[in-house]
């Protein structure tokens, strides 16, 4: 019964930057991976940055190079760092945990967050 919040989405200029949370209930520090998935209208739905246990982080290319997955124990909260934003990162963006398994695209004990607009104008 895991729960996951979203929040700092918004409206930004291209070139802008946001910072997405999400908190989440227990000790992320259990969880075996969490990630950030987003779903653009009209577009499938995909992974955009994870992270495991171990520390190790994994970010789709698109995204590599601007986009910075990391976690902070202490508050139970999971973060995105989104720079040098583009119009093409506009879409629902979704957090979401896997208490069990190896990867954040595992099945079965996973929790996803409500999901937070983040618009990318001009």
């Known amino acids: 019964q895991v729960q996951l919040v979203e929040s700092g989405g918004g409206l930004v200029q291209t070139g802008g930057s946001l910072r997405l949370s999400c908190a989440a209930s227990?000790?992320?520090?259990?969880?075996?991976?969490m990630g950030w998935y987003r779903q653009a209208p009209g577009k499938q739905r995909e992974l955009v940055a994870s992270?495991?246990?171990?520390?190790?982080?994994n970010y789709a290319d698109s995204v590599k190079g601007r986009f910075t997955i990391s976690r902070d124990y202490a508050k139970n909260t999971l973060y995105l760092e989104m720079n040098s934003l583009k119009p093409e990162d506009t879409a629902i963006y979704y957090c979401?945990?896997?208490?069990?398994?190896?990867?954040?695209?595992?099945?079965?004990?996973?929790?996803w967050g409500q999901g937070t607009q983040v618009t990318v104008s001009s």
């Open positions: 979401k945990t896997v208490l069990f398994g190896a990867t954040v695209d595992s099945r079965g004990y996973e929790y």
């Open positions: 227990g000790s992320i520090r259990t969880f075996n991976a």
């Open positions: 992270i495991i246990r171990s520390g190790v982080t």
